[in-house]
């Protein structure tokens, strides 16, 4: 790219970055334009009744400041009468960067074969998001 256009598409993303700063009730407007800022890793994983999954949650924190994280998976139904949802578990995020929260979800011995869904709750700061991002969990 030529030097205009670069000048020229820095223009244009800081004029977006303002209009969606206006529109979002975020501190940062990119909370609104990174839809995976919350997202589980691995996504999908295979585990056999009985066993325990892990997985991370990675939180973006595009704030100037710390941040709290703190998750907690949601048991699928599918899974029993008592199935409810793991503890929360937190981490403090440091501003700009990537932090993670690792969540362990133990499988009852009889679940039946399946691909399930996990839904994810989150607390970000002072909000509750609930079943924000998911994982997948094939038995």
Same mark, same amino acid.
């Given at each position: 790219?030529?030097?205009?256009q670069? #000048? /020229?598409? !820095? +223009? ?13 009730? =975020? ?12 997202r ?13 999954v ?14 709290? #994280? /703190?998750? !907690? +998976? ?9 199935a409810?949802?793991?503890? =929360? ?6 501003a ?6 690792r ?26 998001l609930?079943?924000?991002t998911? +994982?997948?969990?094939?038995?």
């Amino acid at each position: 790219f030529t030097p205009e256009q670069n #000048a /020229a598409m !820095r +223009a244009n993303l800081a004029e977006r970055e303002k209009l969606y700063g206006e529109l979002l009730a =975020w501190d940062h407007p990119n909370y609104g334009m990174d839809e995976p800022w919350v997202r589980c890793d691995p996504y999908e994983q295979q585990a056999r009744a009985g066993e325990e999954v892990r997985f991370r949650v990675v939180v973006t924190n595009h704030s100037s400041a710390p941040r709290t #994280a /703190a998750c !907690r +998976a949601i048991v699928p139904r599918a899974w029993g009468a008592a199935a409810t949802a793991t503890d =929360w578990v937190s981490a403090t995020v440091p501003a700009k960067s990537d932090g993670e929260v690792r969540v362990r979800l133990s499988l009852p011995p009889g679940v039946s074969p399946s691909r399930y869904v996990v839904p994810v709750d989150l607390q970000y700061g002072e909000l509750t998001l609930p079943q924000w991002t998911e +994982a997948i969990v094939v038995v």
